[in-house]
């Protein structure tokens, strides 16, 4: 049976890997080792008093404040939007900005600070530097903070409807294989009290006249059971096992039509491992023996033969009979039956056709080999 799918279970959430401990190990990374790096520049620059050119003070106040506030943005927001964004998905681009106000405010000053233990931001201009530092804080932190935070949502909405349509496909092609599996067993339900009933007559003609053979019939007939169970239970069954069954209940009507019912069967050896529906060939020979051998005196003789050709089985049923036509075939009919099987096995692959080949009849039944 098809293992449950959980959707949820099966996307990865917004900032984080598919893995828990994966996503926390890089998170901590993340945080390490940029602070660690900012805090060796700070005590190098700290303790040696190091003079930095314009363009070296620059470089390292960008780096302070990026550091002290895309770090901790990056991480409240991966928490933020972890926990909220489905419980108010309208609402959590407010918790974003006003998340990242927060961090950009508390890193600006923490960067403040920091700049003005190290030297580069002058005693009593602290103040100073932060309010020319805070509106380009604010400004970058909402608009790079807001636009990963709407990308990554909507990446994330992109995976949950992809998954979900996948979904429902595989939902939906195992509604289809149950479905089919429950008309082919519908079907094969009603080949089974036909068949049988048609077997159970043969017998009651044998008992008054050849006990002995009535007595051989029932074995044959338990066999025909047997195989009709296994048939319930799988879609194919090899051409062996059908052409056992064939022999049996050809012997079993030979019983009661005696020399009218004549037959020979020349299927290749290297045929009898392949998968056929099971009941298919026997009800084509059911079909000759109950609508040709009954219903003329002088009988007919039954040929069935096989071959494979370009990939496909091919299985051929002919007798002397007058022949008929597919088109009046009805649906509760034995090929009817067949034919509703064969779509539901093989779809348009599989065939089931009549023809006139020198004065015989032929069925002939196709499927890929």
């Known amino acids: 049976m098809m293992s449950e799918i959980n959707p949820v279970a099966a996307l990865p959430s917004v900032g984080r890997s598919q893995s828990p401990r994966f996503t926390a190990i890089i998170l901590k990374l993340l945080w390490i080792v940029p602070a660690v790096a900012l805090l060796c520049l700070a005590i190098f620059l700290s303790i040696g008093r190091t003079k930095l050119s314009e363009s070296g003070a620059e470089l390292v106040v960008t780096f302070v404040y990026a550091a002290l506030i895309s770090l901790p943005s990056a991480l409240l927001l ?94 939906q092609e195992r509604a289809y294989k149950l479905l089919a599996e429950a008309r082919l067993s519908s079907l094969e339900s009603r080949i089974h009290p036909h068949f049988l009933f048609n077997t159970l007559n043969s017998i009651a003609a044998l008992i008054p006249r050849d006990p002995q053979l009535a007595e051989d019939t029932v074995g044959k007939l338990a ?45 290749p050896e290297a045929l009898q491992d392949a998968n056929v529906p099971p009941l298919a060939l026997q009800s084509l020979v059911e079909n000759s023996v109950k609508h040709v051998v009954s219903e003329r005196s002088q009988g007919a003789t039954i040929q069935i033969n096989g071959s494979e050709e370009a990939g496909r089985i091919l299985l051929e049923v002919s007798d002397d009979g007058p022949g008929f036509s597919l088109d009046a075939i009805t649906p509760e009919h034995g090929l009817g039956n067949l034919i509703a099987r064969l779509d539901i096995l093989f779809g348009s692959d ?20």
């Open 78 to 171: 991966t928490k933020v939007s972890h926990r909220y964004s489905e419980r108010f998905p309208r609402f959590v681009i407010v918790l974003d900005a006003v998340v990242l106000l927060g961090t950009a405010t508390c890193g600006t000053l923490a960067g403040g600070l920091l700049l003005l233990w190290i030297g580069i931001v002058p005693r009593g201009e602290y103040w100073r530097e932060f309010r020319s530092a805070y509106p380009v804080s604010i400004v970058i932190s909402l608009m790079v903070g807001l636009g990963i935070t709407s990308f990554e949502t909507l990446r994330y909405k992109l995976q949950a409807a992809t998954l979900e349509l996948r979904t429902r496909q595989v939902e």
């Open 223 to 267: 066999s025909l059971l047997r195989f009709s169970l296994y048939a319930n239970q799988s879609g194919l069954a090899p051409l062996s096992q059908e052409l056992k069954i064939v022999r049996d209940y050809l012997e079993i009507e030979k019983t009661r039509f005696g020399p009218r019912l004549r037959y020979e069967i020349a299927i």
């Open 350 to 369: 599989g065939r089931l056709e009549v023809a006139r080949v020198n004065e015989r009849t032929v069925v002939r039944l196709s499927f890929p080999a």
